[in-house]
């Protein structure tokens, strides 16, 4: 885990949905495995990469964010079908998956109206980090 991002709940959420996601993969069909497993392992991964890279850019923040709840998004429809496919184990791991996903995508949901308010505020300007101004054309 990240040290100077311990205390977002987001983050925290967000691996430890990948870390259900992880295990209840592992006892995925060996056909679901490979298939809806690995799209399920990548988009965990992928969601906990863009919480980072959004926490870490400022200059494209609202960018990263809108990426992190388009692909939250996408998780969900997968969690979705694994459990059409009933490739989870059971009901009890696919509800702590889904509900994990749930409660990330709600804070990822936050934060976008968070940065969304943040680029009005700044008049659409892309901001010079150094000087807090303006950039020049």
Not at 4 to 15: E, F, S
Not at 99 to 107: A, D, F, H, P, R
Request: some cysteine; hydrophobic content about 40%.
């Amino acid at each position: 885990m990240v040290p100077y991002m311990k205390h977002l709940p987001i983050w925290r959420d967000a691996n430890l949905l990948m870390l259900e996601v992880e295990q209840a993969v592992r006892a995925f069909p060996r056909y679901h495995k490979y298939t809806i497993g690995s799209e399920l392992r990548a988009s965990s991964l992928r969601i906990c990469q863009l919480i980072h890279r959004a926490y870490t850019r400022r200059q494209s923040r609202h960018k990263q964010v809108q990426e992190l709840t388009e692909r939250i998004e996408d998780l969900k429809m997968q969690i979705q079908l694994a459990k059409e496919l009933k490739a989870f184990k059971n009901f009890a791991q696919f509800q702590r998956v889904a509900e994990l996903s749930v409660q990330v995508g709600k804070q990822a949901g936050g934060w976008l109206k968070q940065a969304r308010a943040e680029v009005l505020r700044n008049g659409n300007a892309v901001r010079d980090p150094i000087h807090c101004a303006p950039a020049s054309p």
